[in-house]
């Protein structure tokens, strides 16, 4: 069944440990103004029910388990994973081309339904020195480009990647792949545990397709504010 999807660019992370403090906050946003993301902690101690749950609530959902495994059992994972009613979910693009075309072909026999399938390329917390100790003879840049085309390559919707990668992968991989950016901070706010952040506006500017954004909404006193003002600022570029 399709519902109308917000036209906000924001994926708002629910970094919480408890179903208790995720649904607290969720309740105080709106399908309209957001979407979510799901991750490891939170998949790993709450599970399906409240992926679920959310997408009862008409949230669209980006479940980020960054799937990394043989072909078919990376399918079998994006198959049930779709079949929970995702919007969005990730493989890691390390995995290859033949891992990223299984998952593919295994989310595509949802049809219209199926969910946006994108590859994390380069983690942005591994640079030179964790290329150098696997004996990979290339550049944090030069390999989240490789990745990024072999993505491409085995036909999924866009990657996750840094808003600093942005300007060069919009470049090299055209309009319609999606840019999914983390490490967004507002411009008057604290930068937590992320070393290089930019303002939701510069990365919009920069290509990207939507916004990773957690601390800042969930731990403000007003989340649904945050959101609001974040949204209208995107309205006005
Ligand atoms: O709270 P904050 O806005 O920093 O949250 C960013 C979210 O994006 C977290 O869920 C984090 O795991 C995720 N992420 C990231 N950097 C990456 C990939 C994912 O911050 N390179």
């Avoid at 629910?14 to 208790?20: I, K, R």
């Avoid at 490891?40 to 949230?59: H, M, N």
């Avoid at 008057?188 to 952040?197: F, G, I, L, N, Y």
């Amino acid at each position: 069944m399709s519902r109308p999807q917000t036209t906000s660019p924001v994926i708002v992370a629910l970094d919480f440990p408890s179903e208790q403090e995720t649904i607290q906050l969720v309740e105080r946003l709106d399908p309209s103004l957001c979407r979510l993301k799901v991750g490891k902690e939170l998949f790993t101690r709450c599970g399906p029910a409240l992926v679920k749950q959310l997408v009862d609530k008409d949230f669209d959902v980006f479940l980020d388990l960054k799937y990394h495994d043989i072909p078919n059992t990376v399918a079998r994972a994006c198959e049930a994973a779709a079949d929970l009613g995702v919007w969005m979910l990730n493989v890691h693009a390390l995995g290859g081309e033949k891992m990223m075309s299984a998952a593919r072909e295994a989310v595509s026999r949802n049809g219209t339904e199926a969910p946006l399938l994108i590859a994390v390329t380069w983690l942005t917390s591994s640079g030179q020195a964790e290329l150098d100790a696997r004996g990979l003879n290339t550049t944090p840049q030069q390999m989240v480009s490789r990745l990024a085309g072999m993505t491409q390559n085995a036909g999924l919707a866009g990657v996750v990647c840094s808003a600093q990668e942005a300007p060069m992968l919009r470049e090299q991989m055209g309009e319609d792949f999606l840019l999914v950016t983390p490490g967004i901070r507002l411009a008057d706010a604290e930068k937590d545990d992320q070393c290089r952040v930019v303002t939701p506006e510069k990365a919009m500017q920069d290509g990207s397709s939507y916004l990773v954004i957690g601390r800042p909404i969930t731990q403000a006193d007003d989340p649904c504010q945050v959101l609001q003002r974040i949204n209208n600022d995107l309205a006005n570029i």
